[in-house]
Structure formats: structure tokens, C-alpha cells
């Protein structure tokens, strides 16, 4: 039996390990790339050797190199925003803080995401390459091949978050190890954001997941959407589930209650976030028991005028306040003083804001709904009603203005309740899933 290879020195390969290579379709049975294809220093195994075409030699050499302990991986996001995206939201600073931390270890990160106006096609922002490709409504078309022209930006693995319509990358990404991220799918939901013939062409996308990605590994938020994603056929072993991050240290300090009663939102401003009804509704029943009541909705969205509109009409004004978007100092701030947060989403990707209030000591109403329901604990960091159960709702809320001590138990116990998200924790955990991937060689085209 030959030797295992080295590569640079340091990585080592086994002989069994090349010939899973084999068995994934990476390489052909034959001597011919071990006489003549090998890099200088590195002995390669004649069992394993000639890579099916000429562009696979290097991205073989990659796999190789892999082995390595000091290995540094290039990770490509495909995405439909990135963080400087006037649209952007939680997802966009889950990418961004992730991506921000693998670079300062030395790993090229990039982004491939759509344009909006005014935008550099491309640019570096904290040592992430974002590359605009196109508009938005039709990223999903041109992603895939926009990016195989470009042989994927020489990325090792690609991870595509499906947080809008899918671009059905593993289609288009060959033998290139491919992973997908799925923050939460709308569901039957998308028509209570959308008009039908939009939510028809998304429900119909999200059907077809199985189709493309059945053998494609998958990162989720939360358990409920990894449940979801099951429910469609996708393969309980290929889901990992890796929960969100919080920066800790920014997000600290006890809570400072506003000297009235104030609740708070804190998100994007859309129709499926419940934000008229059930809120509006709950809200009234609130002012009626309790009028110096404040609340206090932070964010923008394409629904802002629509609800700035509805608080009108049902005389609401003086109760609550469209903020719009704050800094994250000002949301620091807002969350600190704020009695009590409230999300009344049908369904969220996990929850981030919730956490980042609880930090500082801030409990949470919500919906019992996907993604929400793992960031609250039911009765001890927050409290959970029936999603659109506008009374129950406002019992809540009520609940917390009027039991200080509630409020300080579970604003105590959300304090120490996000202390198990770290956005370093979560760096270094999807970016085992990632490495894992391209060790194991997965070819979704064929594994």
C-alpha cells in the first residue's frame, strides 16, 4: 500500500480517502494524472488520479488541500440582498456577521447578491467581496448561471440562502460542493403578504425545494422550520439546525423602563408581521385598560404607509409611534427602556431582535409561531398567544404592565437566556457544516 500524499508539507490524504473521491465521481481509475498531473512535493496514489476534465484538476487540488489544519476556505454566499441593501433585514446581518468573522481569520468570503439603485456592482465592505448582479425580481433567473460563467468567483463551497425564491443553485454548480440555508419558508403565509398571482409563484417555488435540493445539505435557523422543511420531503439527516447569534457585549446592561407603560417592535415593516392585525386591534383593548400606554414600532418596510394609515383610522395617534429606521445605538436604547418587546409575526426566521432585548433584561410577547417559539421560552423568558388572537394578545401585554415583579423574572431569566447565542459560537459552527461538506466531497449532482 502507497503512502498517504502530501500536499504543501502538511495536508495528508489517505488512499481511502481518494477513493471516496473516486466513488463520488471527483476522479477516474487511472495512472495517467499520477505520472503526469502532480503538483511538485505532492505524491499522488495511481489508483486515484486523472480528474474527469481539466477544470477539475484544480478544484481536485482544492479538496486535497483541504486536509490541511491551517486550511483557509473561499465561501460564496448567493444571496438576494447583502447588508447594504435599502431592503435588508435580519438575514442580511446574519451573512454579514458571519462573513465578517471568517475574513478576519483569513478566509475569502464573498457575496453574490442583486443590485439596487445607486449601488457599486462591486465593492469590498470589512473584507467580504460583494459582487450586484442585475435587479432583485429577477435574481433568482441569473444567479446561477451568471455565477458558472465565472466558475462560482473560485469559491470551495457554495451556500445559498433561500429566504425569498430560490435560484436553485445546485443546478447549476457541477461537481462545486453545495450547501443551502433556509432562515424559514412562507408557507401558506405568503398570501397574507402578497397579492395571489406573487403568492402563487412563490408557494410554488418553495413546493419544488425538495425537487432541487432532496440531497443538499441544509442549515436552519430554528427546529420549526428544519420540521417544515422535512414535512416536504427533504431528508431529516441532510437538515442541521445552527440557532442565531447576538453581540452580547453591545446588547448589555439592565433595563431602564420608560417611566409609562411602552411596548416595543422592532423589525421590518410588512403586512405578514402582524402588525395591524392582530396588534392594532390588541392595542385599543391595552389603551382602554391602561392609557398612558405607549408603542412604539421601529423599522421600514413597504407596508409603513399602509399601517401609518391604519393607526389613523382607528384614532390611535396618540399611542403609537412609526419611528422608522434607528442606528443600532438608538435601537439599544429604545429596547433598554422599552417595558416589554412584541411580535405578533405568523413566522419569523428565529427571532434576533428578541434575543438582543432580552440581553438587557427586556421580556417578549409574541406569537406562538415558528422561529418565535424557539427564541421565547413559553413562561420563562416571555410570554407565547396564539398567533392572531388579538385578545389574548392584549392579556399579555397587560400581564406584563401590570406585574413588575413578572416582568423582572422574566426579563431576568431572557438575560440569562441569551447568553446561549454568540455570534463567534454560531461563526465557528456553521463554518465546521461548510468545511464539513467539502471534506466529504459532496456533489449534490450526484450524491
Known amino acids: 500500500m502507497t503512502a498517504p500524499m502530501r500536499a504543501s508539507g502538511s495536508a495528508r490524504i489517505s488512499k481511502r480517502y481518494?477513493?471516496?473521491?473516486?466513488?463520488?465521481?471527483?476522479?477516474?481509475?487511472?495512472d495517467e494524472f499520477a505520472r503526469g498531473g502532480k503538483s511538485p512535493g505532492m505524491r499522488m496514489d495511481s489508483q486515484c488520479s486523472q480528474p474527469k476534465n481539466e477544470r477539475d484538476i484544480a478544484f481536485t487540488?482544492?479538496?486535497?488541500?483541504?486536509?490541511?489544519?491551517?486550511?483557509?476556505?473561499?465561501?460564496?454566499?448567493?444571496?438576494?440582498?447583502?447588508?447594504?441593501?435599502?431592503?435588508?433585514?435580519?438575514l442580511e446581518t446574519v451573512i454579514h456577521e458571519l462573513s465578517r468573522r471568517w475574513a478576519q481569520q483569513g478566509h475569502e468570503v464573498a457575496i453574490a447578491c442583486a443590485g439596487y439603485a445607486g449601488c457599486a456592482h462591486a465593492e469590498t465592505v470589512e473584507g467580504i467581496r460583494v459582487f450586484r448582479i442585475g435587479r432583485?425580481?429577477?435574481?433568482?433567473?441569473?444567479?446561477?448561471?451568471?455565477?458558472?460563467?465565472?466558475?462560482?468567483?473560485?469559491?470551495?463551497?457554495?451556500?445559498?440562502?433561500?429566504?425569498?425564491?430560490?435560484?436553485?443553485?445546485?443546478?447549476?454548480a457541477g461537481h462545486r460542493p453545495c450547501a443551502a440555508h433556509v432562515p424559514h419558508l412562507f408557507g401558506r403565509a405568503i398570501f397574507e403578504e402578497v397579492s395571489w398571482p406573487i403568492g402563487v409563484y412563490v408557494y410554488v417555488m418553495e413546493r419544488l425545494i425538495p425537487c432541487v435540493y432532496k440531497r443538499t445539505p441544509i442549515w436552519a435557523l430554528c427546529q420549526s422550520t428544519?420540521?417544515?422543511?422535512?414535512?416536504?420531503?427533504?431528508?431529516?439527516?441532510?437538515?442541521?439546525?445552527?440557532s442565531g447569534g447576538v453581540d452580547t457585549?453591545?446588547?448589555?446592561?439592565?433595563?431602564?423602563?420608560?417611566s409609562h407603560p411602552t411596548a416595543l417592535y422592532v423589525g421590518r415593516i410588512r403586512r405578514y408581521k402582524g402588525l395591524a392585525e392582530p396588534l392594532l386591534t390588541a392595542w385599543r383593548i391595552v389603551i382602554n385598560r391602561c392609557p398612558d400606554a405607549r408603542l412604539q414600532i421601529v423599522g421600514k418596510g413597504d407596508?409603513?404607509?399602509?399601517?401609518?394609515?391604519?393607526?389613523?383610522?382607528?384614532?390611535?395617534?396618540?399611542?403609537?409611534?412609526?419611528?422608522?429606521?434607528?442606528?443600532?445605538?438608538?435601537?439599544?436604547?429604545?429596547?433598554?427602556?422599552?417595558?416589554?418587546?412584541?411580535?405578533?409575526?405568523?413566522?419569523?426566521?428565529?427571532?434576533?431582535?428578541?434575543?438582543?432585548?432580552?440581553?438587557?433584561?427586556?421580556?417578549?410577547?409574541?406569537?406562538?409561531?415558528?422561529?418565535?417559539?424557539e427564541a421565547i421560552r413559553n413562561?420563562?423568558?416571555?410570554l407565547l398567544v396564539p398567533h392572531g388572537d388579538a385578545?389574548?394578545?392584549?392579556?399579555?401585554?397587560?400581564?406584563?404592565?401590570?406585574?413588575?415583579?413578572?416582568?423582572?423574572?422574566?426579563?431576568?431569566?431572557?438575560?440569562?437566556?441569551?447568553?446561549?447565542f454568540d455570534w463567534d459560537e454560531m461563526a465557528k459552527r456553521v463554518l465546521d457544516f461548510l468545511a464539513s461538506i467539502i471534506e466529504k466531497g459532496k456533489c449534490v449532482s450526484r450524491a
Open 18 to 30: 481518494l477513493g471516496r473521491l473516486c466513488d463520488e465521481g471527483l476522479l477516474m481509475k487511472t
Open 61 to 90: 487540488r482544492k479538496l486535497v488541500k483541504y486536509a490541511g489544519k491551517d486550511r483557509k476556505v473561499k465561501i460564496l454566499h448567493v444571496n438576494h440582498r447583502d447588508l447594504r441593501h435599502p431592503r435588508a433585514g435580519g
Open 136 to 172: 432583485e425580481e429577477f435574481f433568482n433567473f441569473i444567479a446561477g448561471p451568471w455565477l458558472r460563467r465565472r466558475d462560482w468567483l473560485g469559491a470551495d463551497v457554495v451556500i445559498e440562502h433561500l429566504s425569498k425564491v430560490a435560484c436553485f443553485t445546485p443546478l447549476f
Open 226 to 242: 428544519a420540521d417544515e422543511l422535512a414535512g416536504l420531503g427533504i431528508p431529516a439527516a441532510n437538515i442541521r439546525v445552527i
Open 249 to 258: 457585549g453591545f446588547y448589555a446592561g439592565d433595563a431602564q423602563p420608560a
Open 303 to 373: 407596508y409603513q404607509d399602509a399601517l401609518r394609515k391604519e393607526i389613523a383610522m382607528r384614532g390611535l395617534e396618540a399611542s403609537v409611534e412609526l419611528t422608522g429606521y434607528v442606528d443600532e445605538a438608538h435601537k439599544r436604547e429604545l429596547m433598554r427602556s422599552a417595558w416589554l418587546m412584541v411580535y405578533p409575526s405568523v413566522k419569523e426566521g428565529w427571532g434576533l431582535s428578541v434575543i438582543e432585548a432580552g440581553a438587557m433584561g427586556t421580556p417578549t410577547v409574541a406569537s406562538d409561531s415558528p422561529g418565535l417559539r
Open 379 to 382: 413562561g420563562e423568558t416571555g
Open 391 to 420: 385578545n389574548a394578545l392584549a392579556q399579555a401585554i397587560l400581564r406584563l404592565i401590570e406585574d413588575q415583579s413578572l416582568r423582572a423574572r422574566l426579563g431576568g431569566a431572557a438575560r440569562m437566556w441569551s447568553r446561549n
